[in-house]
């Protein structure tokens, strides 16, 4: 059998009246055990999860920044990486660090086989909420974009990346639009958006048109070349369709390569996921 690990847990929490004290956990950080800062030899010494279902949260806060909340992970797992370098343990970094409305419990103690199977474990016991029903299968972008992060975290890399961009960062002030992910390997960013073929190509239309903006403002304020993609449904899932959902696909594609966008499908992703492991070098 197995010898298992001795780790410890905190939850995360979302406290939006910290007054009335109620809260809604909404992730996990594990460790193992015997030291504040993760072992630099074992890059999984230390991990941490949030939900990807944020219902309750926004059923106790409707005002909730998802966004923001959604950001944080991939800053507590950038603070847990260099926690090795950091003169003050890393715990009390992110408890100086979080505000109110986020806040850490005390530590509990566990024992692990393995910590990714731990991992789920907690957050099915502390986090997702009980399936009471079948849930509601995602279509359209919604289901690409999780099939997108679900590749990039198979490949370890979705905390690494940037989350939910702001295009106003690069156009002008107002521009709603934000981009789902990105990351910068060197010289590039690379940053990626879901984008739904199947019902209509307003979101298409929408990326084409950003793009030379896009473009212009990231070598502006970044000093780099933007390399932007578009992930699309494949096109046999229209092709039992009618002509003119045919047309809307190719139009949409069409429109986005014209501006210089690279477009793949869902069939691409574990290469692109695997083309960001490798320069990300994880």
């Known amino acids: 059998?197995?010898?298992?690990?001795?780790?410890?847990?905190?939850?995360?929490?979302?406290?939006?009246?910290?007054?009335?004290?109620?809260?809604?956990?909404i992730g996990v950080l594990l460790r193992e055990a015997g030291g504040d800062a993760p072992n630099p030899e074992k890059l999984d010494s230390a991990v941490v999860r949030f939900t990807?279902?944020?219902?309750?949260?926004?059923?106790?806060?409707?005002?909730?920044?998802?966004?923001?909340l959604e950001g944080l992970e991939g800053e507590i797992g950038a603070r847990l990486r260099m926690g090795a370098s950091d003169t003050k343990p890393v715990m009390q970094v992110l408890e100086d660090t979080l505000s109110n409305s986020v806040q850490i419990t005390p530590v509990r103690a566990c024992l692990a086989e393995s910590m990714p199977a731990e991992l789920e474990q907690l957050m099915r016991m502390y986090v997702e909420p009980l399936k009471v029903k079948a849930e509601r299968k995602k279509t359209g972008r919604a289901a690409i974009a999780g099939a997108m992060r679900t590749e990039f975290e198979r490949a370890g890399v979705w905390g690494l990346m940037r989350k939910r961009i702001a295009a106003s960062l690069y156009t002008r002030a107002g521009d709603p639009m934000k981009i789902d992910c990105g990351y910068r390997p060197n010289g590039v960013i690379r940053m990626f958006q879901a984008i739904s073929l199947e019902g209509d190509v307003e979101g298409a239309k929408g990326l084409a048109y950003s793009a030379p903006q896009l473009r212009e403002g990231v070598e502006r304020v970044e000093s780099a070349r933007l390399e932007l993609t578009a992930v699309v449904e494949p096109l046999r899932s229209v092709s039992d369709a009618e002509d003119e959902a045919m047309e809307r696909y190719r139009f949409g594609v069409e429109a986005m390569e014209r501006q210089e966008i690279r477009v793949v499908t869902l069939s691409?992703?574990?290469?692109?996921?695997?083309?960001?492991?490798?320069e990300l070098r994880v």
């Open 268 to 278: 691409d992703l574990a290469r692109v996921a695997e083309t960001a492991r490798m």
């Open 1 to 25: 059998m197995r010898e298992r690990v001795q780790c410890e847990f905190f939850l995360i929490r979302y406290v939006p009246d910290v007054v009335k004290g109620e809260f809604v956990n």
């Open 52 to 68: 990807r279902d944020w219902s309750r949260v926004k059923c106790m806060d409707a005002d909730a920044d998802i966004g923001l």
